[in-house]
Structure formats: C-alpha cells, structure tokens
C-alpha cells in the first residue's frame, strides 16, 4: 500500500480554498496532499497589440515555485533566468486554461493567470491548472463577464507506473521513481484536453495507457466535484 494506505486509483486529500486573496477578482488555494499552490487571476481592461480593435480577450498565465516549497532551498527566478520548466508549465497552464474559456465574450481583456507554489510536493502543474479554472470563474462573476464565456470545465491529474503498479495523483516520492510518468487534462465530459506522457524508464503498453486514463479520468471528476463547490463559495 502506498503513504497512509491510500489506494493506487485515490487521489490525495484535497481542498480548493477560494476568495484566498482578498484583493484580486478570483483567487484560490489549492491543496493536493502536502501540495499547495495560490492561483490568482488579475484581468486588465487592454489586450496585446496584436489584438488589438479586434474585440477578443486574451488569457496568459504564470507559473513560479517559492525558494522554500521545497526542503533544499531554490534560487529564486527572475525574467530571463527562469528555468525552462517553470516555462513550459506555464505555457501548459495558459493552453489549458484558453481551452475553458470563449475570449470573444470577453471583450478586448487580458486575463492574467498567476500560480505560485507555496509547498511541492508532486503534481504542482496539475493542481496549478485545476485551482486557476476555479481562480477563473470567480474572477469572471466578479467583472461580471457572461456565465457563457466558460465554455468547459477543466480538471488536471497526474499518473504513474512505480514498480509495476499504476498510481493515481503522484506525491513527489511516488514521482522520483516513477517509470512511467503522466500527466492529464480532461474537460467535464471526459474528453483529452492535454496528454503528457513519458516512458522514463521503460515502454508502457496499451492496455496500461487504457487504465492510466482511466485513473485519471475517475481522479478529476472528483476534483471536478471540489471545484464546483469552491465556485459556489460566496466567502473565503
């Protein structure tokens, strides 16, 4: 069995805090295990230039983790000298993100997504993309922006193979010696926003790929269920 014997198809204990911030338009924190990230959403009233006087939004989003989210200290990252990982996170983050939401509603906005690990412990990306879709709608109650603008509802999970066995929602002991290691974006109805998947120590086959899905579709609807009840949330 693995920490605290949880089963290898449960996720972590989770909870979606929103109104975290209490001076932006839409902020939650989120917490996967020991896991947590503050996803916040500014939305600026101008777009980038080249969109602009075309009457459509944008959303971008930011990815970051503390000095100390970790037990051995980081160098914190500034401009240029951000990691390549922190970029491709994030840019995972905004594609994901600009799948959940119809920017022509939105008028000429830039929706800023912000996430920032304040403790890692394995799947920062998936709870960074799972908090910001809840960070997102509140932001858009508060500009008051159509309940239509949100196109579909958007979860994110991880799944590994370690020693043969295939596990749900990887902690960063799990992760460390995954052989297989995914990670998943999926809308309401099930359907693959973004598969990411690496055989880092062995092939996987078929029929391991159909249960690592299966897993992780089973994993975000549950998450799907904590967002629903955060967005609802009319206080912190």
């Not at 412990?121 to 799972?130: F, P, Q």
């Not at 960070?135 to 603008?149: N, R």
């Not at 092939?203 to 904590?226: C, N, R, V």
Request: charged share 25%; aromatic share 6%; with cysteine.
């Amino acid at each position: 069995m693995r920490f605290q014997d949880r089963p290898n198809n449960q996720i972590r204990p989770a909870v979606i805090t929103p109104h975290y911030l209490d001076h932006l338009p839409g902020s939650v924190l989120i917490e996967l295990g020991k896991t947590k990230v503050i996803c916040a959403v500014n939305i600026e009233e101008k777009v980038p230039p080249f969109l602009k006087n075309s009457g459509q939004g944008w959303l971008s989003a930011e990815y970051a983790m503390l000095p100390s989210a970790t037990p051995v200290r980081t160098q914190r990252e500034y401009g240029v000298s951000r990691q390549g990982r922190s970029i491709e996170i994030q840019r995972l983050i905004g594609r994901s993100l600009r799948t959940a939401i119809d920017l022509k509603q939105c008028g000429e906005r830039t929706i800023q997504i912000d996430c920032d690990v304040i403790q890692a412990d394995g799947g920062t990306r998936t709870a960074a993309i799972t908090g910001s879709y809840v960070a997102l709608c509140l932001a858009l109650k508060e500009f008051k922006i159509p309940e239509t603008a949100i196109i579909r509802q958007i979860g994110s999970i991880s799944i590994g193979i370690i020693q043969g066995e295939i596990r749900l929602d990887l902690d960063y002991n799990e992760d460390s010696k995954a052989e297989v290691d995914f990670n998943l974006v999926m809308d309401q109805n099930g359907e693959i926003i973004e598969l990411q998947g690496t055989g880092e120590k062995r092939p996987f086959s078929m029929q391991e790929l159909d249960t690592i899905l299966a897993y992780g579709k089973k994993g975000i609807q549950e998450l799907m269920i904590l967002q629903n009840t955060a967005i609802q949330s009319k206080t912190g």
